[in-house]
């Protein structure tokens, strides 16, 4: 027997409660007390509140940037300030931090995402590049120098026309000195 997920609500039920969420948060309730009065779990809350940045930054585009250009211009006083020594570095870093937890309220800091990958690879099992990647791998370029001029000399022997390589070029004496 499959097990349903959740409570299935209806989209205009959703957007009544967002609708709520927000009246709510006009009022200045915590999130914590918007939940317990919505009787909803904190991830529903956030995954609202999510839906509503996103929504904000799409249908009020030029309200979105404005905060954005205030964010940016409080940065850079910080910056300034901490440059001109007028602010201590520790007041600096606590102002941006403060500035940071803003940002995110209002849904203007960037997600950044990054994937790692570790994987034991086999080289003989390799295709072409990499294979080259795996081999190489570790080297700098001083290692690698000869590396090029034994690559130079395979392009430039097959860059030669076939008769060319029985018979030296004009440059090259009669014994190729």
Known sequence: M???RGNRN???HIEERRAKTVKLMNEGRTKAEIADQLRVSRITLWRDLANLRERYKTESSADFE???KAQLEVL???E???VEGMIAPDVGNAWRQVRADISKLLGLDAPSKSVRIDAELDPEKLQGYRKWLAE?????DGDLVPVWSML??????KARKPIEAFFPSSEEGPCGS
């Not at 190489?136 to 700098?140: A, E, R, Y």
């Not at 130079?152 to 022997?157: L, Q, V």
Request: aromatic share 4%; glycine share 12%; charged share 40%.
């Open 66 to 68: 404005a905060y954005r």
């Open 80 to 82: 300034e300030g901490i």
């Open 136 to 140: 190489t791998k570790g080297l700098d």
């Open 10 to 12: 209806t989209a205009a």
């Open 152 to 157: 130079r000399e395979i392009r430039g022997a």
């Open 76 to 78: 850079e006083l910080i």
């Open 2 to 4: 499959k097990r349903s």
